[in-house]
């Protein structure tokens, strides 16, 4: 059923969250938003005042890893805020009806919310042949997401798949498969890269939403700068080491479990932008590069065909082992994208506590 003129202040007293919870909550997107702490009350005060808004998660080609990845969180802020931010109308893999009964769901979000539903879309969209490699209920996915993401106020493409194609276009890419905005040129899409991505950048999105009404500000990829601004290498705890030329030879030797650089073992940090190393996962536990493993630089362009081989180190960096930033590095190899960068809504706020480098990320081959 479609609600819905509760407010989230009014669903979240139903649920128990308290005052306090919601605050916590509040200042961690803030945080997360790379905004100053003043910002806490304004986020606080259009939440409580804003009406649920809809949303509708489709899945194509997909693993379900970033359904997982919000699901599973067992942040309390996280899981129990965001999911009473929004009214979930569609989502395949945890709504209760089925078939029909599903279908039409969908259907009643389209035609009742055409302009103010948000989709999510996790997974590619194969074009080949027509569109026939992934349907449902007797449609394709091509044409689903023509039909819902054209009608929807935004559409979140949730992980890598939904972005560029990730893993499913990765060569020879045989059904065709490419991203949301590929699919549906001219949707209002915000990009959220990474295998999968990280529910606390989600989270921060539909806050960014709900308080100013309008989509953070955007890299040429379209992703936030907020979450896709700054390069791993530049905020990674082993970044010491790099500098001072202390590298792990090979897995497990002394290096390695003394917590050394993983450059030499195929780490795409100095490549790579993402807040990984801030926003963590599992609740903020860690990271790849703390656990031990290189950055395979998930959040990029394309990165199943960019990025590998993953254990390779990177070819050339300039500086290697010397007294260099690789916010130095990202300007050397990407300054053929200068200047590209989409900077709206609160782009201001976000420059005076980010300085992002002046491009983030190498342009990628198509
Ligand atoms: S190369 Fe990788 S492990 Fe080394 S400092 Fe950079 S991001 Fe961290």
């Not at 304004?42 to 899945?59: G, Y």
């Not at 035609?111 to 948000?118: A, L, M, N, Y």
């Not at 979450?227 to 497990?252: K, L, P, S, T």
């Not at 599992?282 to 493993?293: E, R």
Request: hydrophobic share 40%; with cysteine.
């Amino acid at each position: 059923m479609l609600p819905s003129n509760q407010t989230l202040s009014g669903a979240l007293q139903q649920k128990g969250v308290n005052r306090r919870r919601f605050v916590k909550f509040c200042t961690a997107m803030v945080a997360t938003l790379a905004l100053p702490p003043r910002y806490v009350a304004q986020v606080a005060a259009a939440l409580e005042k804003a009406r649920k808004p809809v949303l509708v998660w489709l899945q194509f080609q997909d693993c379900a890893g970033n359904s997982e990845s919000i699901l599973r969180s067992s942040h309390p802020s996280v899981l129990e805020v965001v999911l009473d931010l929004l009214s979930w109308e569609y989502h395949e893999l945890v709504m209760a009806g089925a078939g029909h009964q599903a279908e039409a769901a969908l259907e009643r979000v389209v035609r009742e919310e055409k302009g103010k539903f948000i989709a999510v879309v996790e997974g590619a969209i194969p074009l080949a042949d027509g569109g026939v490699y992934c349907t449902i209920g007797g449609r394709t996915a091509w044409d689903i997401a023509r039909h819902v993401c054209g009608s929807a106020a935004a559409t979140i493409a949730a992980g890598d798949c939904a972005w560029d194609g990730g893993l499913v276009r990765a060569n020879p890419n045989p059904t065709g498969a490419v991203g949301i905005e590929e699919a549906v040129p001219g949707a209002k899409v915000i990009n959220l890269g990474g295998c999968p991505q990280n529910p606390a950048n989600t989270a921060a999105v539909l806050v960014h939403y709900l308080t100013f009404g309008e989509l953070p500000a955007m890299d040429q990829f379209n992703r936030p700068l907020f979450a896709y601004g700054r390069i791993i290498h530049d905020q990674c705890e082993r970044r010491a080491n790099y500098d001072a030329g202390r590298f792990v030879q090979e897995w497990g030797d002394e290096g390695h479990r003394k917590g050394w650089c993983l450059y030499k073992m195929g780490c795409k940090g100095p490549q790579a932008t993402f807040n990984c190393p801030s926003v963590r996962w599992n609740d903020g536990t860690s990271w790849p590069v703390k656990a031990g493993h290189g950055c395979l630089g998930c959040a990029s362009h394309r990165f199943w065909d960019t990025r590998s081989p993953f254990y390779d180190r990177l070819p050339t960096v300039p500086g290697f082992g010397a007294d260099v930033t690789a916010g130095e590095i990202g300007l050397g190899v990407t300054a053929a994208v200068a200047g590209a960068t989409v900077i709206h809504g609160i782009a201001s706020a976000v420059r005076d506590r980010m300085r992002p480098p002046a491009s983030p990320e190498p342009p990628t081959k198509a």
